[in-house]
């Protein structure tokens, strides 16, 4: 079964510097996605990046961006220029195609201090 | 708007009243889902449905039953809700778009037994 392993609960980042969030999985399969969710107060989860396992190409969105390594089965999220805006649990996720369930990781919380 | 719409937001109810949360999407997706998300736990997928009439379990079913009559709506049934189903929940339909896909989620359901 794939499973999605968030290791830490929490963490800080002073505003506009860089912060990275880790994010590992297990799988045997060769094909997938992977995600990065933003869920603030609203409780709205929020698609914030989408890394396609087959590119190896890292994909970036604005401020945000991955370090991908597939052999090492990790997907790390990396935040530049933090806002306060950021303040919020961010869950990693895996799916192996669009009919599929989406495997959550536990989520880590990101506080931002001003 | 192509969304996903979720009702109630908010639901306190007792141990044992049957209930039932409304999931509707607008974009004609075939897959939808749901997940409950639990404090150290992220997100489970509850059940599923890959187009009208076939659903099937997820990862924690008990205690819920759903059903996919029409394309658009996807409801939650809980039929003897218990307290341990105290959670916040979310409806979420997939998308594939040239190649790429996603999810797509309700605003969550924040429910109560007592």
């Known amino acids: 079964a794939q499973t999605v392993t968030q290791s830490q609960p929490e963490m800080s980042v002073q505003e506009a510097e860089t912060v990275t969030l880790s994010c590992t999985y297990d799988?045997?399969?060769?094909?997938?996605?992977l995600f990065w969710y933003k869920q603030p107060p609203s409780r709205q989860m929020i698609l914030v990046i989408r890394?396609?396992?087959?590119?190896?190409q890292n994909a970036t969105e604005n401020r945000f961006s991955v370090n991908f390594q597939k052999a090492a089965k990790s997907f790390s999220l990396k935040i530049s220029d933090s806002q306060l805006g950021d303040a919020a649990m961010y869950f990693c996720?895996?799916?192996?195609?669009?009919?599929?369930?989406?495997?959550f990781g536990k989520g880590i919380t990101l506080s931002v201090r001003p | 708007e192509a969304q996903v719409t979720q009702n109630p937001r908010y639901l306190i109810t007792v141990t044992g009243k049957k209930l039932t949360v409304t999931c509707s999407q607008n974009?004609?997706?075939?897959?939808m889902s749901w997940y409950r998300q639990d404090p150290g736990l992220g997100l489970r997928q509850i059940y599923y449905?890959?187009?009208?009439?076939?659903?099937d379990k997820g990862d924690v079913p008990e205690g819920y039953k759903v059903s996919r009559k029409e394309k658009r709506n996807f409801p939650l049934i809980l039929e003897s809700p218990s307290p341990n189903q105290t959670s916040l929940y979310f409806c979420a339909s997939s998308f594939r778009d040239r190649g790429r896909y996603g999810y797509t989620f309700g605003s969550g359901t924040r429910l109560t037994v007592v």
């Open positions: 449905s890959m187009n009208v009439e076939v659903t």
């Open positions: 974009m004609n997706h075939e897959y």
């Open positions: 890394q396609e396992a087959y590119k190896q």
């Open positions: 799988t045997s399969e060769s094909d997938y996605y």
């Open positions: 996720a895996y799916a192996t195609g669009a009919n599929s369930k989406l495997t």
